[in-house]
Every structure is written in C-alpha cells, then in structure tokens.
C-alpha cells in the first residue's frame, strides 16, 4: 500500500508564519496583486505584519475555520484555506465587528500601508456587497480564501 504524500488537518496560530510565507509565494506573480498590493511599496515587514494581524483576528472568529494540508515527507505546509461555516451573530457581536473594522478603516490599518485602497475598495467592496445580498450567514459555508505553494 502506497503511503501518503500529503495530509489534511486543521491550522493553528502556530501554522502563520508557514501561512503567510505560501501565501506570498502563491500571490508573488498575481497580476491582482501586483496592482492592489504592490510589494515594492507595501515592503515585505509590512505585508508580513498585516497578514499577521488579519489571520489572527480571524482565527479568533468562532465561524471561521482553517485547513491546511502538510506534505508528509517534509513537513511542511504545502496549502491552505479559510472556511466560514454558518452562523448567527448576536446583535452586540455585529456592533462590535462593525466597530472594528470602522477604527481601522478611519486610523488606516485595515489594509496594508502602501496597498492600492482605489482598487481594493472597488474589487472587495462589490464583493461584500453582493455577499450581504446574496450569502445567508445561518445557512452558508464559503470558502474565502485558499492558497496553494507553486512547486
């Protein structure tokens, strides 16, 4: 019997540095990216800092739930993806979450320094708008985000 080269299982807070280094290597050549979050002036510290702070506050979110899968001859993470399953926020929970993310629109840590808000705010700003139209939170699992290390 073959054995496995690859294994599926759940993130941790410790899986973010192995996080956020594939993501950088899966997004390095995006033309997307490039645009709306140009390392050349985002700098590499700031990307690394951002994405550290993003993931953690979601990792924090009793709806969100991360996966990875781990090569098993080497050990290392390989892939990765952000599901949220379904929920009901309470209303002070939504207060809060709305809070947030205003303080951090108005003080300018929402996004990364350097990012290409012009773009950002018209791509991810349609986004959540026809997700508040169309997505039901109490019956929807969406999967945001998956990232994968090009070999």
């Not at 140009?38 to 991360?66: D, N, S």
């Amino acid at each position: 019997m073959a054995t496995e080269n690859f294994v599926l299982s759940s993130c941790t807070l410790d899986d973010l540095p192995a996080m956020i280094t594939v993501h950088r290597d899966a997004f390095a050549n995006d033309q997307f990216s490039k645009y709306a979050f140009p390392r050349e002036a985002i700098g590499e510290a700031e990307q690394v800092r951002w994405m550290r702070e993003f993931l953690t506050g979601h990792f924090r979110k009793p709806e969100m739930a991360f996966y990875k899968i781990t090569e098993t001859n080497t050990g290392n993470l390989v892939a990765w993806m952000r599901c949220q399953v379904p929920h009901v926020l309470s209303e002070e929970e939504s207060k809060k979450r709305k809070e947030e993310k205003e303080r951090k629109l108005k003080d300018g840590t929402f996004w990364p320094k350097g990012a290409n808000l012009e773009v950002i705010g018209a791509t991810f700003g349609t986004l959540v708008k026809l997700t508040q139209k169309y997505v039901n939170d109490a019956e929807t699992y969406c999967e945001f985000i998956s990232f994968s290390k090009r070999r």
